[in-house]
């Protein structure tokens, strides 16, 4: 229970932001608030500071105009500050994160009486490594010789751009933060001026005091509110907990736009090797041992492995080179191939095992010889190397034992062998771009991260929120609780939005002639376009596919040249300047957009006054993750349209009409080109899960 003194606090806040901030005191809101501040009040810890109990999870979907964030933070910051825990907000998109780190918390600190502090979480390649910048400027002078195992040594034409970071850096006008540069920088430049978790020396390094990333992790570590997104969480979440953020049992995490968690999760367990690039890597591994050898020796402690090392990497090279042929053959003209239950062909698997016991000893080889150069750095160790030896060598080295280590862990994957019973796991082949020709990459998945999610987050958190616009599909909060492994002692509760949808809003289900299955729609879409769409107002039209997109655009763009803007042909944030420019100057503008559209865009008033759906946006038939986790329903008797394609739909439908009214002012249309919603018995569930706009035919 809530004590008082919290209760009160949070109360009074909210009325400090109400009257501050100008707004009107929401029902929702409220409500949002009281849920939030009752599940986190209901933990309680021993006097060591454990869990005692299972509280502390809430699980809210809050419509639109809720006003959600200002809702988690009221409610979850007073109780993470009095119990000496770190709240945590996670997003799935950097719109909503850069919205929330730069207005909606600076306008909260500004206007509360309880003082805190906030920073910004991010993973290691996104910020400067001091020491590989001062090794590319050297390379670049010709006073350091670079040892460069990938071919791609830093080239002459960036020494203007790395001189210019060098400086805007040491005088403070840039913190390393690559998403802070002004300008964009390619990741091929970035990738010289970046350093992994591998090549990273640590406090070893002679640039520690200066470290961008370091400086950050040390301002995070003294505010209250770290704002991070899903991929940095799932990554410390796998590595433990606690690596670069928080302890689990020493945080409070807000998941912002929740509906993404588990597909992200599923994202991050997925497991990959291209033939081709594993390949090419092992043979600048045989090479640069080769050069190691010659420039440093070999030294006692590695004398047997590192001897040996030359014919592990011959032994996986063999294996990986009789593969090649036989996943050819596999795919033939195929783009991708699935194996039906997960079950991979024994002559593959086979192959994949024999790889396994000399990249084992390989791997053991270089972990041991990164760690010897990694002291060989620190003056107070013992040295195997000399210190320029060390230096030159450790992160190239750091990279291999890396992509030793993903290669080890997926084989791992790809051929084991699940018990009966258990879930399978989904494997398949594709084909990828690999330089100026193509690749076979063989990937695996779990086809559910529920049991990882349950072990690693829900039962080590002191609480957590799990919030959205759309957490429920169909009107049912089961498919979130199935795919996230919510435990049964979460809180559910759906806060409606404030705004009167029947007086804002109509919704026109269309009945073309045909519907998205014939060949006939194409041209009924565009007849209705030509027909319907008024080339004065600001539009927002939604492709399921940029096939269709750029046929339609195809058609229209002479007609529509002044007022078509194409997702694919600009940036979005440049479309988005576009539209508004146009609109401001009272002219009419139309968004062609794909399913990145359909969400996280904030385009309130006149911006849209008429979004159109082309069709109910359904998965990709074609994703193996998916046709997995149906092909092991439909083993068990069950539906996977009903349970898992249908349910999908609609949430990705609601947020695609989410796009219309985004303030109480708005009003406009949404059209929805797909006849099914009318012609199929499932038509009727996706319509009733919509918020109700007035009907119009």
């Given at each position: ?10 109360q ?9 901030l ?31 109990n ?51 918390l600076?306008?909260?600190?500004k ?7 906030f ?22 002078s010709?006073?350091?010789?670079t040892?460069d ?18 400086m805007?850096?040491g005088?403070?006008q840039?913190?390393?933060?690559r998403?802070r540069?002004p300008e ?7 990738s010289h ?5 591998r ?12 470290c961008?990333?370091?400086?950050a ?13 899903h ?33 992200k ?24 041992i ?25 032994d ?23 194996f ?13 095992i ?15 010889l ?19 030896v ?14 030793a ?15 009966e ?14 330089g ?14 529920a049991?990882?999610?349950r072990?690693?987050l ?5 609480g ?25 002692w979460?809180?559910y ?33 565009e007849?209705?376009?030509?027909k319907?769409i ?6 927002l039209?939604?492709?399921s596919?940029?096939?269709?997109l ?8 002479s ?11 600009l940036?979005?944030?440049?479309i ?11 002219q009419?503008?139309?968004?062609f ?16 006054t ?9 998965a ?26 249908l349910?999908?739909?609609s949430?990705?439908?609601v947020?695609a ?7 109480e002012?708005?009003h ?5 080109l ?24």
């Amino acid at each position: 229970m809530l004590n008082k003194e919290t209760k009160e606090r949070i109360q009074a806040l909210y009325r400090e932001c109400i009257k501050a901030l100008g707004l009107k005191p929401r029902l929702g809101q409220r409500v949002m608030i009281a849920e939030i501040a009752k599940s986190l009040g209901a933990v309680h810890e021993d006097e060591k500071g454990a869990r005692d109990n299972q509280a502390g999870i809430a699980v809210v979907e809050a419509g639109t105009g809720t006003g959600k964030t200002l809702a988690y933070l009221l409610a979850a910051l007073p109780v993470a500050i009095e119990k000496e825990k770190k709240l945590l907000v996670s997003t799935a998109t950097v719109a909503l994160q850069e919205q929330i780190l730069d207005k909606d918390l600076p306008n909260l600190k500004k206007t509360i009486s309880m003082p805190f502090n906030f920073a910004l979480a991010k993973g290691r390649g996104r910020y400067l490594c001091l020491l590989k910048l001062d090794k590319a400027l050297q390379h670049l002078s010709g006073l350091l010789s670079t040892v460069d195992l990938f071919e791609q040594s830093p080239e002459e034409k960036d020494r203007e751009l790395f001189e210019g970071l060098l400086m805007k850096y040491g005088s403070g006008q840039w913190d390393g933060d690559r998403d802070r540069l002004p300008e964009e920088i390619e990741d091929s430049q970035w990738s010289h001026l970046t350093a992994t978790h591998r090549e990273c020396s640590n406090r070893r390094c002679p640039h520690f005091q200066n470290c961008a990333f370091y400086k950050a992790r040390s301002a995070m570590e003294e505010a209250d509110v770290i704002v991070a997104n899903h991929d940095l969480v799932l990554a410390d979440l796998s590595l433990g907990g606690g690596a670069v953020l928080p302890a689990p049992d020493k945080t409070i995490y807000v998941f912002d736009e929740g509906h993404h968690l588990a597909d992200k999760a599923l994202n991050h367990f997925r497991l990959e090797a291209g033939v081709r690039a594993q390949r090419q890597w092992l043979q600048q591994l045989e090479k640069g041992i080769e050069q190691f050898v010659s420039a440093a020796g070999i030294p006692h402690g590695l004398m047997h492995s590192l001897s040996e090392a030359p014919q592990n990497i011959r032994d996986v090279l063999q294996a990986i080179n009789l593969v090649w042929p036989l996943v050819m053959d596999m795919m033939g003209d195929q783009e991708k191939l699935r194996f039906e239950d997960g079950v991979m062909p024994e002559n593959l698997r086979q192959l994949l095992i024999n790889m396994k016991s000399p990249l084992q000893s390989l791997l053991m080889c270089l972990d041991k010889l990164n760690d010897m150069l990694q002291k060989s750095l620190d003056p107070k160790e013992d040295s195997d190397f000399t210190r320029d030896v060390a230096e030159a060598w450790q992160a190239p080295m750091g990279i291999m034992l890396a992509r030793a280590e993903q290669l080890s862990e997926a084989l791992s994957w790809l051929c084991a062998q699940e018990a009966e019973g258990a879930l399978p796991v989904a494997r398949w082949l594709s084909k990828v771009p690999f330089g100026d020709s193509w690749d076979i990459r063989m990937s695996a998945s779990p086809i559910a991260v529920a049991d990882q999610l349950r072990k690693n987050l829900w039962s080590r958190c002191y609480g957590a929120v799990v919030t959205s616009a759309t957490l429920t599909a169909l009107n049912s909060f089961g498919k979130l609780s199935w795919e996230t492994g919510l435990p049964e002692w979460a809180t559910y509760e759906r806060v409606m939005s404030p705004f009167n949808y029947p007086e804002l809003g109509e919704l026109q289900p269309v009945s073309l002639a045909s519907d998205p299955k014939s060949d006939q729609f194409q041209g009924d879409v565009e007849a209705w376009l030509k027909k319907e769409i008024d080339l004065s107002r600001g539009t927002l039209i939604l492709f399921s596919s940029r096939a269709q997109l750029e046929a339609t655009r195809d058609t229209f763009l002479s007609d529509w040249y002044d007022q078509l803007l194409c997702q694919g042909f600009l940036p979005k944030a440049e479309i988005v300047r576009r539209h508004k420019e146009r609109i401001d100057a009272g002219q009419g503008s139309i968004i062609f957009g794909l399913a990145s559209f359909a969400e996280g865009i904030d385009l309130p008033g006149n911006y849209v006054t008429h979004v159109v759906i082309v069709k109910i946006p359904f998965a990709v038939p074609d994703d193996p993750i998916q046709a997995a986790i149906s092909e092991w329903l439909e083993s068990r008797g069950r539906n996977p349209f009903m349970e898992l394609t249908l349910p999908a739909a609609s949430i990705r439908l609601v947020q695609a009409c989410g796009r219309l009214i985004r303030t109480e002012s708005d009003h406009g249309r949404i059209s929805i080109l797909d006849k099914r919603l009318l012609s199929h018995r499932y038509g009727k569930l996706l319509l009733d899960s919509l918020p109700p706009f007035r009907r119009i035919s």
